[in-house]
């Protein structure tokens, strides 16, 4: 998994928003969102919950 997608799981799973992260790492949205999917694909989650619970189980972030 690319190294910017990890930095969005983990942004995530500290409780921030798509646009928060998105404003606090210089992205669109749309960008953020592209990025957790690449995550999700990776990782086999159906949403996004799911996907950063199975980064953090797996020891991802």
Known sequence: MPPE???V????????TTTRIAR????S???VRRRLRVA??????DSTIET????VRRGVI
Do not use: F, N
Not at 9 to 16: D, K
Not at 40 to 45: E, T
Not at 52 to 55: F, I, P
């Open 40 to 45: 999700s694909d990776a990782l086999g989650g």
């Open 29 to 31: 949205e749309r960008t």
């Open 5 to 7: 997608s990890l930095d």
């Open 52 to 55: 950063v619970v199975r980064a």
């Open 9 to 16: 799981l983990r942004l995530l799973a500290e409780g921030h």
């Open 24 to 27: 606090q790492l210089g992205l």
